[in-house]
T-cell receptor, first 113, second 116 residues
Framework: NAGVTQTPKFRVLKTGQSMTLLCAQD?????MYWYRQDPGMGLRLIHY???????AKGEVPDGYNVSRLKKQNFLLGLESAAPSQTSVYFC????????????FGQGTRLTVV | DQQVKQNSPSLSVQEGRISILNCDYT??????FLWYKKYPAEGPTFLIS?????DKNEDGRFTVFLNKSAKHLSLHIVPSQPGDSAVYFC???????????????FGQGTILTVHP
């Protein structure tokens, strides 16, 4: 049981380049999320999805886009990377009911130079 | 505006002793609280949770206490083991009303080091 898998694990981008981070979950979870972790800030929600074909903005959505074309996949896109987007990105998923914990992927460390 | 705060960046304890990690929140709508543990180069993993209708929840060596009037929760680890050394994140959610969609607000994290 793989749980939540993120691709890639590491990436270095030049300012202005674009990339897509892929998140895949095999638990048939309805809800999926993208968080970023920065030193001293904890994890902050970027975007989330409550089901296939739906997306919504979180706390820090600027500079990112997302898509949920298939229930098991949640993609995070950076159209024009900026040094401020240097961070560790975590994908998570949870069942469609209250009081259930989220399962996290192993993270993607992104550096924008 | 940090709605969930962990004011201690780090904590060091001796093996076998109690570790107490603290968390404060400001949003009165939060009614479900979780603790996550994170090792380097890994994603956070769920540790224990508590609903606002309770003031205590235990799971083995881990106990979470909730003081709603003070908007404070704490995680107790007894006895502490070297394998408990990790970053601990407190997280909160507003479940009532059905519009939280599982979104979590995290604290900054506390680095726990348990010395043998």
């Amino acid at each position: 049981n793989a749980g939540v898998t993120q691709t890639p694990k590491f990436r270095v981008l030049k300012t202005g380049q674009s990339m897509t981070l892929l998140c895949a979950q095999d638990m048939n979870h309805e809800y999926m999320y993208w968080y970023r972790q920065d030193p001293g800030m904890g994890l902050r929600l970027i975007h989330y999805s409550v089901g296939e074909g739906t997306t919504a903005k979180g706390e820090v959505p600027d500079g990112y886009n997302v898509s949920r074309l298939k229930k098991q996949n949640f993609l995070l896109g950076l159209e024009s990377a900026a040094p401020s987007q240097t961070s560790v990105y975590f994908c998570a998923s949870t069942e469609h009911k209250t009081n259930t914990e989220a399962f996290f992927g192993q993270g993607t460390r992104l550096t924008v130079v | 505006d940090q709605q969930v705060k962990q004011n201690s960046p780090s904590l060091s304890v001796q093996e076998g002793r109690i570790s107490i990690l603290n968390c404060d929140y400001t949003n009165s709508m939060f009614d479900y609280f979780l603790w996550y543990k994170k090792y380097p180069a890994e994603g956070p993993t769920f540790l224990i949770s508590i609903s606002s209708i309770k003031d205590k929840n235990e799971d083995g060596r881990f106990t979470v206490f909730l003081n709603k009037s003070a908007k404070h929760l704490s995680l107790h680890i007894v006895p502490s083991q070297p394998g408990d050394s990790a970053v601990y994140f407190c997280a909160a959610s507003a479940q009532a009303g059905g519009t939280s969609y599982g979104k979590l607000t995290f604290g900054q994290g506390t680095i726990l080091t348990v010395h043998p």
